[in-house]
C-alpha cells in the first residue's frame, strides 16, 4: 500500500484497498485499473498523474461514486462507497464530494445560477436558501453580473467557474478535480485553480487532482502520485 502522511487528527479521507475495475466479459476483461490501494490523509492535496489511459480519470470516477469497482476496497469521508444504495450515493456526491470536470458538464437548458442549484436540490436544500447561496457561490468566482446566462453564452472560463461555483457551494469535504484546467488559457488555469486551492485551504479539504501537468500538480499539492496502465507506481 502507498500510505500518505495522517493528518492532525489521524483522519483518513480516501482508502483504496486492491481496487479494480476491469469492462468485458470475465473470460477476457479488458482492466482500467489493476488492483490500487492507497490512502489520501484528510487535509491533503494530492495529484494523479499518467498518460491517457493509465487509469486515472477511472480512479477519480470510482472515488466520486460515479462508477462501480469490479473487486477491491473503497472508502471515502468514512463511507464505504460501493455499499451505497443509490439514494445514499446522491447525497454523497451532493454533499460529500464536490467533483470538477474538464469539459465542465454543464446542463445547456439551466442558467447559471440553476446549474449551480442544482447539487443544494439533492441535498434537500429549500429555493430561497438554494439562490442565495448560488449567488453567492457565483458571486465569489466572479460571476455575479452572470447568473442568469446560460452555458452557451459564456466563455470556457466562465464555465469552469460555474463548474467550480457548484462543486464548492455544498462545501464538500472531499474535492475532485478530473483536468480542471485542461481546456483554458495559462491565466484562466491559474484563476480557477486558485479558486479551488482557495476552498481547501478555507475549509481544511482533501483534493485529488487529476492532470498531466507536471507544473500544475508540483504547484498545487503536496504529493504527486503516478499510475501507469491501471497500476500505481511505487
Same mark, same amino acid.
Given at each position: 500500500?502507498?500510505?500518505?502522511? =495522517?493528518?492532525?487528527?489521524?483522519?483518513?479521507? $480516501?482508502?483504496?484497498?486492491?481496487?479494480?475495475?476491469?469492462?468485458?466479459?470475465?473470460?477476457?476483461? $479488458?482492466?482500467?485499473?489493476?488492483?490500487?490501494?492507497?490512502?489520501?490523509?484528510?487535509?491533503?492535496?494530492?495529484?494523479?498523474?499518467?498518460?491517457?489511459?493509465?487509469?486515472?480519470?477511472?480512479?477519480?470516477?470510482?472515488?466520486?461514486?460515479?462508477?462501480?469497482?469490479?473487486?477491491?476496497?473503497?472508502?471515502?469521508?468514512?463511507?464505504? $462507497?460501493?455499499?451505497?444504495?443509490?439514494?445514499?450515493?446522491?447525497?454523497?456526491?451532493?454533499?460529500?464530494?464536490?467533483?470538477?470536470?474538464?469539459? &465542465?458538464?454543464?446542463?445547456?437548458?439551466?442558467?447559471?445560477?440553476?446549474? $449551480?442549484? #442544482?447539487?443544494?436540490? &439533492?441535498?434537500?436544500?429549500?429555493?430561497?436558501?438554494?439562490?442565495?447561496?448560488?449567488?453567492?457561490?457565483?458571486?465569489?468566482?466572479?460571476?455575479?453580473?452572470?447568473?442568469?446566462?446560460?452555458?452557451?453564452?459564456?466563455?470556457?472560463?466562465?464555465?469552469?467557474?460555474?463548474?467550480?461555483?457548484?462543486? #464548492?457551494?455544498?462545501?464538500? =469535504?472531499?474535492?475532485?478535480?478530473?483536468?480542471?484546467?485542461?481546456? !483554458?488559457?495559462?491565466?484562466?488555469? =491559474?484563476?480557477?485553480?486558485?479558486?479551488? !486551492?482557495?476552498?481547501?485551504?478555507?475549509?481544511?479539504?482533501?483534493?485529488?487532482?487529476?492532470?498531466?501537468?507536471?507544473?500544475?500538480?508540483?504547484?498545487?499539492?503536496?504529493?504527486?502520485?503516478?499510475?501507469?496502465?491501471?497500476?500505481? !507506481?511505487?
Amino acid at each position: 500500500m502507498t500510505a500518505a502522511p =495522517r493528518s492532525r487528527n489521524g483522519e483518513i479521507a $480516501v482508502r483504496t484497498a486492491d481496487l479494480t475495475k476491469s469492462y468485458g466479459s470475465a473470460a477476457s476483461p $479488458v482492466y482500467a485499473l489493476r488492483g490500487v490501494s492507497l490512502d489520501v490523509a484528510t487535509g491533503e492535496r494530492v495529484a494523479l498523474l499518467g498518460k491517457s489511459g493509465s487509469g486515472k480519470s477511472t480512479l477519480l470516477n470510482l472515488l466520486g461514486g460515479l462508477d462501480h469497482a469490479t473487486s477491491g476496497g473503497l472508502h471515502v469521508g468514512g463511507l464505504d $462507497v460501493g455499499r451505497l444504495s443509490r439514494r445514499e450515493l446522491s447525497r454523497f456526491r451532493s454533499a460529500t464530494v464536490g467533483m470538477i470536470f474538464q469539459s &465542465f458538464n454543464l446542463i445547456p437548458s439551466l442558467s447559471a445560477l440553476q446549474n $449551480v442549484e #442544482l447539487p443544494m436540490i &439533492f441535498a434537500g436544500r429549500g429555493p430561497r436558501e438554494r439562490r442565495a447561496q448560488a449567488e453567492a457561490a457565483l458571486r465569489s468566482v466572479g460571476l455575479g453580473e452572470r447568473l442568469n446566462h446560460r452555458p452557451t453564452e459564456l466563455s470556457g472560463g466562465e464555465n469552469q467557474r460555474v463548474a467550480v461555483a457548484r462543486a #464548492l457551494v455544498n462545501r464538500p =469535504r472531499i474535492v475532485l478535480a478530473d483536468e480542471p484546467t485542461g481546456n !483554458l488559457d495559462t491565466d484562466t488555469a =491559474r484563476e480557477v485553480m486558485g479558486l479551488i !486551492l482557495d476552498h481547501v485551504e478555507t475549509h481544511g479539504a482533501t483534493l485529488v487532482l487529476v492532470t498531466h501537468d507536471e507544473e500544475l500538480a508540483a504547484a498545487s499539492t503536496s504529493r504527486i502520485l503516478r499510475l501507469r496502465d491501471g497500476r500505481l !507506481l511505487p
